[in-house]
Every structure is written in structure tokens, then in C-alpha cells.
């Protein structure tokens, strides 16, 4: 099941993975985030991720919920 298309979507925040060619670490929490899921191609909100996280991003949707 796909997230609605009311909800905003995050590109997250990635970073180069020295430790495998052409990978890519992920923050904490944005690496499974539904967040990151494709959205609606023309009408899609999108947001920035915030740029600091203290404990764990508040705006993360775990997978398996929506």
C-alpha cells in the first residue's frame, strides 16, 4: 500500500558508503521512511528533512504504517 498523496514526500539525506562501491548510507531513520516512496508526479507536496535531529527525525513514517 502506497502513502496518500496528501502526505508530503522527503528525498532524506544520504551520504557516499566508502565501504561499497557506488553505495549510499542513509541518515538514521531515512533509510526506511515512507516518506521516500514516489508520489503523485505533478501534484506531490514535498518537504525538506530537518537539519537537525536529536533523538529521531518527528517527521518519519515507519514502514507498515501510513
Known sequence: MTL????ARCAGI???DATVPG????REGCE???????GHPERQAHMSPPEI???ECAYRIPKGES
Open 4 to 7: 496518500p498523496f496528501d502526505i
Open 14 to 16: 544520504s551520504f557516499p
Open 23 to 26: 553505495g549510499i548510507d542513509w
Open 32 to 38: 526506511d521512511c515512507r516518506r521516500r516512496e514516489p
Open 53 to 55: 535531529i536529536a533523538f
